[in-house]
């Protein structure tokens, strides 16, 4: 009876909305043909200068995409914008009054850092009562380059004036384990942030901070950070040491300094080759104790990884809101459940991956599915499979979960389990290690993390006090992913008390701040 009902009645056929095309026009002045991921957004409104995606309000604006090749200066092509969209085929759309702008994402870097400067742009182009899918097809162009943020641009500008010997140096390093591994020359990249007074006191061997940024991040990120933290030493708030400022960022997203039969062996790499020739040529303390580690988020797990993995060598880190250190709760999912599943729970309910306190601002399915369309080159979802899967048969990483279903795949699972579940990684160390481990992990995550992190961070820290490990974690309430360093007004204030600790497990009973 019922699946009678479901049926059509005698004559009638299920309409079938008609797909939606934009005309996407090349300019002229391209000098050679352009290659690269075209990407259409649309979003209600009107008068912006830009149509933009925003993962804090993910469904606010439309994205289709298509991988384009060798577009011929002047040439035109049709965009279907029904293939592959995000958060529906554009034919959903009501009609209302749109705008809509075109970027071709010519280095596929759009998941990992949005619009760069040499991918291709249009102006935003006013629907006005549009109706999708009627009327002509609305025509987009492909005429200039992005524009830098001025605001970035000038902080970047401010931070490059400041280098120069004994203030920040460049480090680039060749890799040799990198290189056996992809083929060609892969560098590892750090700015080198001194303290004051480092060129007068040539007898000194400092402590060193070895600092990872978030998913993002880069090599310039990491110069305007580490010259506020020499700031910070200049003006008596943090100790005397030397930070280097690593660069995780790979076409694939972050590498994590993980060994990853993907990544290649990014943690040997660091402790083997680059550390070594770090404290060959600046005056570091080159004992464990003298090696410390600092990052927030991914870069707050890849601390981690590296305190956990290379114990003999690192003597502590100072890891914060850092992605998922014990797969029972993967930004809310138990990944080793029975039929488990990112996108909805045992009880059908959605998966969220962002909120703002107790609002919940996008589910883990949406952000999939955006970063789906985007493009698989570089995006969050992506970069943790590049990271702790195997290597598919194609030679990609094997994706976690089915992206249509959510489903897990357990086989998949158990790799990252026995490879990179941090918990699990502790648990399976020998005593002796495992001893050397002990009051060496701090970790701080406010309760109200924008990424659900505090959750497997109680998980991790139930692990090392069940094993005697001696951990230090702090839960700030009420504070998120974006404000955790925040005191008082300062919104970096919590580096001070990050570097005193560092400093006092270096220099025991030392004093520093000047009277």
């Given at each position: 009876m019922i699946a009678a009902a479901l049926l059509p009645?005698?004559?009638?056929?299920?309409?079938?909305?008609?797909?939606?095309?934009?005309?996407?026009?090349?300019?002229?002045?391209?000098?050679?043909?352009?290659?690269?991921?075209?990407?259409?957004?649309?979003?209600?409104?009107?008068?912006?200068?830009?149509?933009?995606?925003?993962?804090?309000?993910?469904?606010?604006?439309?994205?289709?995409?298509?991988?384009?090749?060798?577009?011929?200066p002047g040439s035109t092509i049709e965009f279907d914008a029904d293939e592959l969209a995000y958060?529906?085929?554009?034919?959903?759309?009501?009609?209302?009054?749109?705008?809509?702008?075109?970027?071709l994402d010519v280095g596929h870097t759009f998941n990992y850092s949005g619009r760069s400067p040499q991918d291709w742009i249009g102006p935003v182009v006013a629907l006005p009562a549009w109706t999708p899918g009627g009327g002509a097809?609305?025509?987009?162009?492909?005429?200039?380059?992005?524009?830098?943020?001025?605001?970035?641009?000038?902080?970047?500008?401010?931070?490059?004036?400041?280098?120069?010997?004994?203030?920040a140096q460049l480090e680039t390093f060749e890799s040799p384990q990198l290189g056996r591994f992809w083929g060609h020359r892969v560098n590892i990249t750090a700015w080198v942030i001194l303290p004051p007074g480092y060129n007068d006191h040539r007898s000194v061997r400092y402590p060193t901070a070895y600092w990872t940024h978030g998913f993002g991040g880069g090599i310039d990120g990491a110069l305007v950070a580490g010259l506020q933290l020499r700031t910070r030493m200049e003006?008596?708030?943090?100790?005397?040491?030397?930070?280097?400022?690593?660069?995780?960022?790979?076409?694939?997203?972050?590498?994590?300094?993980?060994?990853?039969?993907?990544?290649?062996?990014?943690?040997?790499?660091?402790?083997?080759?680059?550390?070594?020739?770090?404290e060959k040529k600046y005056h570091m303390d080159a004992r464990p104790a003298g090696r410390?580690?600092?990052?927030?988020?991914?870069?707050?797990?890849?601390?981690?990884?590296?305190?956990?993995?290379?114990?003999?060598?690192?003597?502590?880190?100072?890891?914060?809101?850092?992605?998922?250190?014990?797969?029972?709760?993967?930004?809310?999912?138990?990944?080793?459940?029975?039929?488990?599943?990112?996108?909805?729970?045992?009880?059908?309910?959605?998966?969220?991956?962002?909120?703002?306190?107790?609002?919940?601002?996008?589910?883990?399915?949406?952000?999939?599915?955006?970063?789906?369309?985007?493009?698989?080159?570089?995006?969050?979802?992506?970069?943790?499979?590049?990271?702790?899967?195997?290597?598919?048969?194609?030679?990609?990483?094997e994706q976690m979960f089915d992206h249509q279903t959510g489903s897990v795949h357990p086989e998949v699972v158990a790799y990252w389990h026995d490879h990179y579940d941090l918990a699990h990684r502790v648990e399976e160390e020998s005593a002796e290690r495992r001893a050397l481990l002990k009051g060496r992990i701090h970790l701080i995550v406010g309760t109200a993390d924008t990424f659900y992190l505090d959750g497997a961070a109680h998980k991790f820290e139930a692990v090392l006090n069940r094993l005697g490990s001696d951990p230090h974690f702090t839960y700030i309430a009420d504070r998120t992913h974006f404000d955790l360093y925040l005191v008082d007004k300062d919104r970096e204030g919590l580096f001070d008390q990050i570097g005193a600790e560092m400093y006092a497990v270096a220099r025991p009973g030392a004093h520093w701040k000047s009277k």
């Open positions: 009645l005698h004559g009638q056929t299920a309409a079938v909305p008609a797909h939606v095309f934009f005309r996407v026009q090349v300019t002229t002045s391209v000098a050679e043909p352009i290659s690269g991921r075209l990407l259409v957004f649309v979003k209600q409104g009107s008068g912006d200068k830009e149509v933009q995606i925003n993962e804090f309000r993910p469904n606010d604006t439309w994205v289709a995409a298509r991988e384009v090749h060798d577009l011929a958060p529906q085929p554009f034919s959903a759309l009501p009609a209302a009054t749109y705008e809509a702008q075109a970027v097809e609305p025509v987009l162009k492909l005429d200039h380059h992005p524009e830098e943020n001025p605001m970035l641009a000038s902080r970047l500008a401010a931070a490059r004036a400041q280098v120069k010997p004994g203030v003006a008596g708030k943090m100790p005397p040491m030397i930070w280097v400022m690593l660069d995780e960022s790979i076409p694939e997203g972050t590498h994590e300094f993980a060994d990853s039969v993907n990544n290649g062996p990014w943690g040997s790499a660091l402790t083997l080759e680059f550390i070594p020739y770090l410390l580690l600092n990052g927030h988020s991914s870069g707050g797990w890849a601390t981690l990884q590296l305190e956990v993995m290379y114990p003999d060598i690192f003597g502590g880190t100072w890891s914060t809101s850092p992605d998922p250190s014990d797969f029972h709760d993967f930004t809310g999912t138990d990944l080793y459940a029975a039929d488990a599943n990112v996108y909805h729970r045992a009880d059908g309910s959605d998966v969220p991956i962002l909120r703002n306190h107790g609002k919940v601002i996008a589910t883990f399915e949406e952000f999939a599915r955006m970063e789906d369309v985007l493009g698989p080159f570089g995006g969050q979802i992506a970069s943790f499979d590049w990271v702790f899967s195997p290597k598919g048969k194609d030679g990609a990483p």
